[in-house]
């Protein structure tokens, strides 16, 4: 049999990220302290935000393997995290428009009854297109991306912001990168195209 597969997110777009591997999984909050330490960099941020949280959901499920996941928008070295309000959404479109941003997702699958955390940050860049005032209010009106990291949503109406992509799985821009995901579970044993775990995820 095997381990109980906990998501430590509440994020509904990782959650269905996730179903699309069509896996039983259960959903756990984990109690993070998501604040920056002093001086640690994009990439040691997300590494290590993702292990805390798959920890932190470990505790309450400690035969589960816990995956946690942690993601970081970057432009001209500034982190960009969620804008969370209107106008702070616009204005950091506004600094991106016609800019590259590269966005960093922490990836962890911890292993609760070995206590073997596997660890990987997953880079992915886009490329937007300038943008004028009127299309940026227009889009955050239209798709209100406050909770997204950088201020869209890549998998709505977000694309026509672009002009391109580069990355080896664009399941990470949204938050979960599914490719790295399904070779953790590979490692610790859990093959998803085997019929015993391909079960639909609990509602």
């Known amino acids: 049999m095997n381990p109980p597969i906990i998501l430590a997110s509440t994020s509904p777009y990782r959650r269905t990220l996730l179903e699309r591997l069509q ?36 505790v309450l499920y400690p035969e589960g393997l816990i995956i946690g996941s942690d993601q970081v928008a970057v432009a001209d070295g500034e982190i960009l995290g969620k804008p969370l309000t209107v106008a702070r959404c616009e204005e950091q479109l506004r600094k991106m428009a016609g800019t590259e941003v590269q966005f960093l997702t922490g990836l962890c699958l911890f292993d609760a009854r070995q206590e073997l955390a596997q660890v990987e940050v997953v880079p992915f860049r886009v490329y937007l297109r300038p943008l004028s005032d009127a ?69």
Request: charged share 25%.
């Open 23 to 58: 896996i039983a999984f259960q959903v756990c909050a984990p109690q993070v302290d998501e604040t920056r330490m002093p001086g640690e960099d994009p990439e040691a941020l997300v590494h290590r935000l993702a292990e805390a949280k798959a920890r932190a959901g470990a």
């Open 135 to 203: 299309q940026i209010k227009d889009y955050v009106r239209r798709e209100s991306p406050l909770d997204c990291a950088g201020g869209f949503k890549a998998e709505g109406l977000g694309i026509s912001l672009f002009s391109r992509l580069s990355g080896e799985d664009p399941n990470s821009l949204i938050g979960l990168p599914l490719i790295r995901l399904v070779a953790m579970l590979e490692r610790a044993g859990v093959d998803v195209l085997a019929a015993e775990a391909s079960k639909p995820s609990p509602r």
